[in-house]
Nanobody, 123 residues
Framework: QVQLVESGGGSVQAGGSLRLSCAAS????????MGWFRQAPGKKREGVAA??????RYADSVKGRFTISKDNAKNTLYLQMNSLKPEDTAVYYC??????????????????WGQGTQVTVSS
């Protein structure tokens, strides 16, 4: 059974940084792809970043500020978030999938999800 457990969320002032982690188990981590999504209050869940053996992809809203990476030895996915803005406030979800179009950052291509971690950015 695949389990994804996020950590690292919290509250930070605008311009600050946070690093999210996602510990994965029961998943062929070294292959396929993983990603981060977020959902702000009253808004739809949106793709933030994804990573696969072929590279990584970011939403335009976070390009140049966020970096996705993974440590295969630790079975852990990361999201380094710098220059945070109030509009980055959301619940952030880790997701994993295979066989889909991961570069499009669409929920439908990710079959496993974590429980989410709250990120709050104050102005």
């Amino acid at each position: 059974q695949v389990q994804l457990v996020e950590s690292g969320g919290g509250s930070v002032q605008a311009g600050g940084s946070l690093r999210l982690s996602c510990a994965a188990s029961g998943y062929t981590y070294s292959s396929n792809y993983m990603g981060w999504f977020r959902q702000a209050p009253g808004k739809k869940r949106e793709g933030v970043a994804a990573i696969a053996s072929g590279g990584s992809r970011y939403a335009d809203s976070v390009k140049g500020r966020f970096t996705i990476s993974k440590d295969n030895a630790k079975n852990t996915l990361y999201l380094q978030m710098n220059s945070l803005k109030p509009e980055d406030t959301a619940v952030y979800y880790c997701a994993a999938g295979w066989g889909g179009r991961w570069w499009l950052l669409l929920q439908a291509d990710f079959g496993h999800w974590g429980q989410g971690t709250q990120v709050t950015v104050s102005s």
